[in-house]
C-alpha cells in the first residue's frame, strides 16, 4: 500500500468512525460502505472536507446483487441492490469508491445526491431506469434510456427476452402505435458442424 492511500485510509476512519464500513484497500483502490441513513452527510463530508476534498463525482452506477449467492451474498453483500459513487480529489490526487446498499430489496430507494453534485443528475436517471432504484429527493427521474412505455427494468435480469409490446407505424392514423408482441417465443440452439476427424492426431 503507497503512503498515500495509508494516509487517506487513516483520515477516513478518523472522520467517520463508525458511520462507514472499511475501508477496504484491493487492487490499489480505496472503498467504504455507508447505510441509506448517512448517505448524504458521508458525501457531503467527503466533499466539503478539508482533509479529503473530494470535489469531482466520476461516475454513480447500479448494482445488482442478485447473483452472488452463499457466504458472499450474506456477509460481503447483505442487500440486492447497491449504489456505487466514483470519486475524485484533484487538490489531493487521489480517488475513492462509496458504497451504499439499499434497504429494501422490493422497492430500493437510496437518496439522491443531486444537490451535492449536479452531474449526478443523468447517472442516477440510468441507475433508476435500468435497475429501478429509486432516488429520494431527485428533481427530475424518469427514464432516460429506454421508451417511455416499457415496463420493467433490464438489468434487474428479470424481463422476459421478447418483452410485451412491439411498435410500428400505423399508416391510416399516421402516428407510432403499441400492440401485444406478435412474434411466436422459439429457442435458437446454433448447430455446430465439424469435420470426421475432428479432434484426432
Wanted: glycine content about 6%; some cysteine.
Amino acid at each position: 500500500m503507497s503512503a498515500k492511500l495509508e494516509r487517506l485510509c487513516q483520515k477516513l476512519t478518523e472522520v467517520f468512525g463508525e458511520r462507514i464500513r472499511g475501508p477496504v484497500l484491493r487492487l490499489g483502490e480505496v472503498t467504504i460502505e455507508t447505510s441509506a441513513e448517512h448517505y448524504v452527510s458521508v458525501a457531503q463530508t467527503l466533499r466539503d472536507d478539508a482533509a479529503l476534498c473530494f470535489e469531482q463525482l466520476i461516475d454513480l452506477s447500479g448494482i445488482d446483487y442478485s447473483t452472488f449467492s452463499g457466504a458472499d451474498r450474506t456477509e460481503s453483500f447483505p442487500r440486492r441492490f447497491a449504489v456505487v459513487n466514483h470519486l475524485t480529489s484533484l487538490t489531493h490526487n487521489w480517488r475513492l469508491r462509496l458504497r451504499v446498499f439499499a434497504p429494501d430489496d422490493e422497492f430500493p430507494v437510496v437518496p439522491s445526491l443531486v444537490e451535492l453534485w449536479n452531474c449526478a443528475n443523468w447517472y442516477e436517471r440510468e441507475a433508476f431506469d435500468l435497475y429501478g432504484i429509486q432516488f429520494e429527493g431527485h428533481p427530475d427521474l424518469r427514464r432516460i434510456l429506454t421508451d417511455y412505455g416499457f415496463v420493467g427494468n433490464p438489468f434487474r435480469k428479470d424481463f422476459p427476452i421478447s418483452g410485451h409490446v412491439e411498435m410500428r407505424y400505423d399508416p391510416d392514423q399516421q402516428r407510432v402505435i403499441y400492440q401485444p408482441v406478435s412474434i411466436e417465443p422459439r429457442e435458437v440452439t446454433p448447430r455446430i458442424v465439424r469435420e470426421e476427424n475432428f479432434g484426432r492426431g
